[in-house]
């Protein structure tokens, strides 16, 4: 099933936020947006994901949805947003509530998305009892939970320390590898960028215009090798200079207002 972001563009009462914003996700493949700080990446996500009805244009999803999918898309945050008076198991079931499963298959979907996120054995912990980078592979366990098309992620790594951040990406490719979900990844880190993504969408600064759509020319599994290294480093500085300007205008902006 594949993702349409259709001509979108969007404003907040006189504050115009996205500008005629136009790409495609295909099934297996991984989109990150990135973008000055207030260009509307957030907004874009949540238009994409039908929680905002765009100005203009429209998200689209084309295609069967996988098999056995109770949801084509869903969301992953940066603060985890988990139910803190519920276990680990109650949080990943927690979507499953109101669907047509009986608890044995409801029981089968959480155990089969504990262990692929690593938490078989943590399915009795409470999310306060939880390191923070255990707790984001609880939501991303419960976003696998619906057996999406597509996977929404919002800075999913930005409130962790740098060596969570970097197991968890070593997670989520090994996520990826195993399956044909596609995800749009919002994010202020390039890193990660380069890093996940098939493409890049880089936007500019407010009202989110599409500046350029970059290819990451490396496969997901080769990107561990030293001169795959080398050439990803390079790409991050490329982004960098096509964003930096734009990014200082946004920060000044932020400060002043
Ligand atoms: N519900 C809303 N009502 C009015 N303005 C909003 C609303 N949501 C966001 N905005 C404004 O829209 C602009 C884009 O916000 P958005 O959060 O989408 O940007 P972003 O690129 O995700 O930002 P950041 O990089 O800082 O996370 C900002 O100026 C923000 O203040």
Not at 167 to 179: K, V
Not at 201 to 213: A, D, N
Request: glycine fraction near 8%; aromatic fraction near 4%; proline fraction near 5%.
């Amino acid at each position: 099933m594949d993702l349409i972001a259709d001509h979108i563009s969007h404003r907040f009462g006189g504050l115009d936020v996205l500008d005629n914003v136009s790409f495609a996700v295909a099934s297996g493949e991984v989109v990150a947006i990135v973008g000055p700080s207030g260009c509307g990446k957030s907004t874009l996500l949540s238009i994409l994901g039908g929680l905002l009805q765009p100005s203009e244009g429209q998200a689209q999803l084309r295609g069967a949805p996988p098999a056995g999918s109770l949801n084509p898309l869903t969301f992953v945050f940066q603060d985890f947003a988990l139910l803190p008076w519920c276990t680990v198991e109650a949080n990943v079931e927690f979507p499953l509530a109101h669907t047509a499963l009986d608890a044995a298959a409801r029981k089968a979907v959480v155990d089969d998305a504990l262990r692929r996120t690593g938490l078989s054995d943590f399915r009795s912990a409470y999310p306060k009892q939880l390191s923070g980078g255990m707790r984001q592979r609880v939501g991303i366990a419960r976003a696998l939970a619906v057996r999406p098309a597509i996977l929404l992620m919002d800075e999913p790594l930005s409130a962790l320390d740098s060596q969570t951040r970097e197991l968890l990406m070593e997670d989520f490719i090994r996520l990826l590898a195993a399956g044909a979900m596609g995800v749009v990844y919002v994010t202020h880190n390039l890193e990660e960028a380069v890093r996940l993504a098939d493409r890049i969408v880089v936007l500019s600064r407010r009202p989110g215009r599409v500046r350029e759509i970059v290819e990451i020319p490396v496969t997901r599994a080769e990107r561990g090798a030293i001169d795959a290294r080398g050439k990803l480093l390079a790409l991050q500085n490329d982004l960098w200079s096509l964003i930096r300007e734009e990014a200082i205008d946004a920060e000044r902006e932020v400060q002043h207002a």
